[in-house]
């Protein structure tokens, strides 16, 4: 009677366990599809390059190092009640076609462009009228996502660009380029929230406790940390070590040691960022498959961990499908994990021309040249973009007069944001570099000449525009 009892009371008790994880996740649900259904304050941006650019992922740490701009002090979230902006820099593959995508506030969309236009001079910038992730349906196929966090202490570097002979995010392609059928996709989300400098103090911290031949407290992954009671009981038992001076001097550090703090100045010296690494695989009807997809992008991130210092391991792997609306508003509250502008620059980074991979999306020829101009869902033969119409859209031309007027609205946009971002004494110059460089492409219209885009009497440029053009 009594075990009978007890395996009623198990089953009820696992019912309610169901129903109130049932409540949650729906419930999670109804907040996440609230916040993507609200997310008009925020755009995506496609990015193309032509097949020889020759920037590489030093180009992508400087733009880094630039777009940290976007930090505001704590005194002023907290007066203002806002959280700080963050951006998401995506590669996707839809229908066998690699892109690059950066996801921003749109108050920052004239900043953001301005850096990237100014680290990637022929760069192509598409704002997407529909975001690709919103086009898939949580009822319909498989959805596999999971996320990827360091191994150790976050204050441990992970190796970057400049210890690679070829460019890293070769190897990342791969996975993408695998697959091989039109309803397979898959996506990699680099969330990235500016952090102040006062994450460096705790690799002080930290070096302070390799020097006094403390183990490091490591993350997940990480062996366990010695407790400060041992620590003690082996410092008691120590036989001091004589210095020249009669005192006590300090232990000897090993070559790994060494190593290892070298590392950690290494990434303290430079900005950083809070970062969430999200994976997703969707398409097909197969668990199996998905999960072996998901496995293998991973471990194309391995080529990023080193066994003295950090790298990535996978974790939260789930089939849930509150995980794609999590994807879907770019959910990042928690703390994610701290990565420097050299090591988020080796994750991300637009494609330099010895990557050989085929499915990746580059800029036509023609449309090499900078022009802030929107993209028109038409037919086109000459350029595919895979951020549109399932995976098949085309960028048509737009007619002479619309770029000019483009030039002219990018025009103003740059003088706002001259005023906007003044306080960044390096963040002027490069919006100034970008003002010039539209400037001159204005200076020379492509229409008729008879038209009213080229009658220089209906020159709009706004009065910032031309103090920025005066400077130079």
Not at 2 to 11: A, F, H, Q, R, V
Not at 271 to 300: C, E, F, H, M, W
Request: hydrophobic residues 35%; contains cysteine.
């Amino acid at each position: 009677m009594g075990l009978e009892w007890t395996s009623k009371l198990t089953e009820s008790y696992s019912e309610i366990n169901e129903s109130t994880e049932s409540k949650w996740i729906l419930s999670k649900m109804k907040f996440l599809r609230r916040k993507v259904d609200a997310a008009d304050d925020y755009l995506l941006l496609l990015l193309e390059v032509p097949r020889t650019n020759d920037k590489k992922a030093l180009a992508a740490e400087r733009m880094l190092a630039a777009l940290h701009g976007i930090l505001r002090p704590k005194r002023e979230l907290r007066l203002s009640g806002t959280l700080q902006e963050y951006l998401s820099f995506e590669i996707v593959a839809i229908k066998q076609r690699i892109s690059f995508y950066i996801w921003t506030p749109r108050h920052l969309q004239t900043f953001v462009e301005a850096q990237i236009y100014a680290h990637y001079p022929n760069v192509r910038i598409y704002e997407q009228p529909v975001d690709y992730s919103k086009r898939a349906l949580l009822d319909q196929a498989v959805i596999h996502c999971a996320e990827l966090t360091l191994a150790d202490n976050e204050i441990m570097p992970i190796k970057t660009f400049q210890s690679f002979d070829a460019d890293p995010l070769a190897t990342i392609m791969t996975p993408l380029a695998m697959l091989n059928k039109d309803n397979e996709q898959m996506w990699i989300q680099i969330m990235a929230r500016p952090i102040s400098d006062n994450w460096q103090q705790k690799g002080t911290r930290v070096i302070n406790r390799i020097k006094g031949q403390r183990r490091l407290f490591t993350g997940s992954g990480g062996a366990k940390a010695l407790n400060y009671a041992g620590q003690a009981f082996a410092a008691l038992v120590r036989p001091p070590a004589a210095s020249s001076r009669g005192g006590t001097a300090d232990p000897e550090l090993s070559e790994p040691d060494k190593a290892r703090i070298a590392a950690i100045k290494q990434k303290t010296s430079k900005p950083g960022y809070r970062v969430k690494i999200r994976l997703l695989y969707y398409g097909g009807n197969d668990q199996r498959t998905a999960r072996l997809r998901i496995q293998t992008l991973a471990s194309a991130f391995k080529h990023f961990n080193t066994i003295d210092s950090n790298g990535f391991i996978l974790k939260n792997s789930s089939f849930r499908k509150d995980k794609l609306l999590e994807y879907q508003a770019r959910f990042f509250i928690d703390k994610g994990f701290i990565l420097n502008i050299e090591e988020l620059a080796s994750l991300f980074h637009l494609p330099h021309t010895s990557i050989e991979t085929s499915n990746i999306v580059w800029a036509s020829p023609s449309s090499a040249k900078p022009l802030a101009r929107q993209p028109i869902d038409e037919p086109s033969k000459q350029s595919e973009s895979p951020g549109l119409n399932n995976g098949s859209p085309s960028i048509a031309k737009q007619p002479e007069s619309a770029d000019i007027a483009q030039h002219q609205a990018s025009h103003e946009r740059i003088g706002k944001a001259v005023t906007t971002y003044a306080q960044y004494e390096d963040e002027a110059s490069v919006i100034k570099a970008a003002s010039k460089r539209r400037h001159i492409n204005r200076k020379k219209p492509i229409g008729p000449a008879n038209s009213p885009a080229a009658d220089p009497k209906n020159d709009q440029t706004s009065p910032d525009v031309e103090y920025v053009i005066k400077l130079h």
